[in-house]
C-alpha cells in the first residue's frame, strides 16, 4: 500500500535559522511528490513538487524540497525562517500513471518558528 | 483569481439534523475532491469526482453521507443524520485532473454537531 510518513508532530525553529520538515514515501515506480502548507482557519495551499529532472525543486516563499531516491525521502527545507512560516505542512504523493485521486498525504508537522 | 469557494464556512447543528455542504470548483477544472480533516484522523478523502461522476467515494460513511455533482459549477456534500462524531472541517478541492497537477482547496465548512 501506498503511504506518506512525517515523523515529526510538531518542529520548532528560531527566527532566521534553517528549517527542515521531513518526509519520506512509499508508492510504486516513480514518484510525484507534493508539499502543502495550511495556515490557520485556512484551506491547504500548494507549495511546491516533484516530477522529474532535478532533484532539488524550489517553490514559493522560499522554500524549496529535496528528493532523495535511495531514501525514499523529500525533506522541505528553507535556509532561514520566518514567524510567519508558522502552519501545519502536508507532505504528499502519488506516481506515475495514477491519478489526483491516488494523492496521499501525510498526518501534516505543525512548523512553530519563535522570534 | 480563480479559488475554490465553500459554503457555509461554519455549520452549528443539533443530532439528526441534515447538513448540506457546497462547493464551486475552480472554472475548467474537471476533478473534484471532498476532505475531512479532524485532529484525531488528519486529513481524510472522501470521495472525488471526475467530469461530474464519482470515481471513489470509499472514504464516505455510505449510509449517512452522499456526495453529488448537480452541473460542473456545485460540488455538495450532506449528512443525514448528522451525528456529533461529524464534527470537523470540511473541504473541498478541484484540479484539472492529471497526477502531476496540484490541487486547489477551498477555504473550508467548519462543522460542529452538537
Known amino acids: 500500500a501506498q503511504s506518506v510518513a512525517q515523523p515529526e508532530d510538531q518542529v520548532n525553529v528560531a527566527e532566521g535559522n534553517p528549517l527542515t520538515v521531513k518526509c519520506t514515501y512509499s508508492?510504486?515506480?516513480?514518484?510525484?511528490l507534493f508539499w502543502y502548507v495550511q495556515y490557520p482557519n485556512r484551506g491547504l495551499q500548494f507549495l511546491l513538487k516533484?516530477?522529474?529532472?532535478?532533484?532539488l525543486v524550489k517553490g514559493s516563499y522560499g522554500f524549496e524540497a529535496e528528493f532523495n531516491k535511495s531514501q525514499t525521502s523529500f525533506h522541505l527545507k528553507k535556509p532561514s525562517a520566518l514567524v510567519s512560516d508558522s502552519a501545519l505542512y502536508f507532505c504528499?504523493?502519488?506516481?506515475?500513471?495514477?491519478?489526483?485521486?491516488?494523492?496521499?498525504f501525510g498526518k501534516g508537522t505543525k512548523l512553530s518558528v519563535k522570534p | 483569481d480563480a479559488r475554490v469557494t465553500q459554503t457555509p464556512r461554519h455549520k452549528v447543528t443539533e443530532m439528526g439534523q441534515e447538513v448540506t455542504m457546497r462547493c464551486q470548483p475552480i472554472?475548467?477544472?474537471?476533478?473534484v475532491f471532498w476532505y475531512r480533516q479532524t485532529m484525531m484522523q488528519g486529513l481524510e478523502l472522501l470521495a472525488y469526482?471526475?467530469?461530474?461522476?464519482?470515481?471513489?467515494d470509499s472514504g464516505m460513511p455510505k449510509d449517512r453521507f452522499s456526495a453529488e455533482m448537480p452541473d460542473a459549477t456545485l460540488a455538495t456534500l450532506k449528512i443525514q443524520p448528522s451525528e456529533p462524531r461529524d464534527s470537523a472541517v470540511y473541504f473541498c478541492?478541484?484540479?484539472?485532473?492529471?497526477?502531476?497537477?496540484?490541487?486547489?482547496f477551498g477555504p473550508g465548512t467548519r462543522l460542529t454537531v452538537l
Open positions: 478541492a478541484s484540479g484539472p485532473g492529471q497526477a502531476v497537477d496540484e490541487q486547489f
Open positions: 508508492v510504486s515506480g516513480n514518484p510525484y
Open positions: 516533484y516530477i522529474t529532472g532535478d532533484n
Open positions: 504528499a504523493a502519488t506516481n506515475y500513471g495514477g491519478s489526483q485521486g491516488n494523492l496521499i
Open positions: 472554472l475548467g477544472h474537471n476533478t
Open positions: 469526482f471526475r467530469n461530474r461522476a464519482p470515481l471513489d
